[in-house]
């Protein structure tokens, strides 16, 4: 039988969870994506500790109505850059949350490289 998409993803996303584990020293960027929206944590997984986050549901990442577009992704990596660099976070652990390096996912991720992450 055919696994469906959804579980395929779970497979992937629980795949790289047992390779990938967020320290203090470089934290793990957890990236999630709906159909309407995207969300991003950096989290510390000694403590179990969400360090810094960003969406496209707050209002600072809803300038023009671009939640669910790759420019509206582009944002969240960079109010999430802005943000990490303000705590003193530079390096971090890229988890794609078993989506495809794709669209939405690689305009995050671009985007908070350039924001001065480094992953």
């Known amino acids: 039988m055919k696994a469906s998409r959804k579980e ?3 497979r992937r ?4 969870r047992r390779r990938v584990s967020g320290t203090l020293e470089r934290p793990r960027l957890a990236v ?8 991003a ?9 969400t360090l810094v ?3 496209t549901v707050e209002a600072a990442a809803q300038a023009g109505g ?22 003193g976070i ?3 652990i890229f988890d794609r ?4 390096y794709h669209g939405r996912v690689a305009a995050l991720a671009d985007a908070a490289r350039k924001g001065g992450l480094s992953f």
């Open 53 to 55: 986050a960003a969406s």
């Open 66 to 87: 671009k939640s669910a577009t790759q420019e509206g992704a582009a944002i969240v990596g960079q109010l999430l850059a802005e943000r990490a660099r303000e705590q």
């Open 97 to 100: 949350g078993g989506k495809l």
């Open 13 to 16: 996303h629980a795949r790289i």
């Open 90 to 92: 530079n390096q971090v």
């Open 41 to 49: 944590q950096i989290i510390d997984d000694t403590a179990h500790h």
């Open 8 to 10: 395929l993803t779970r």
């Open 32 to 39: 999630f994506r709906s159909n309407q929206h995207i969300y």
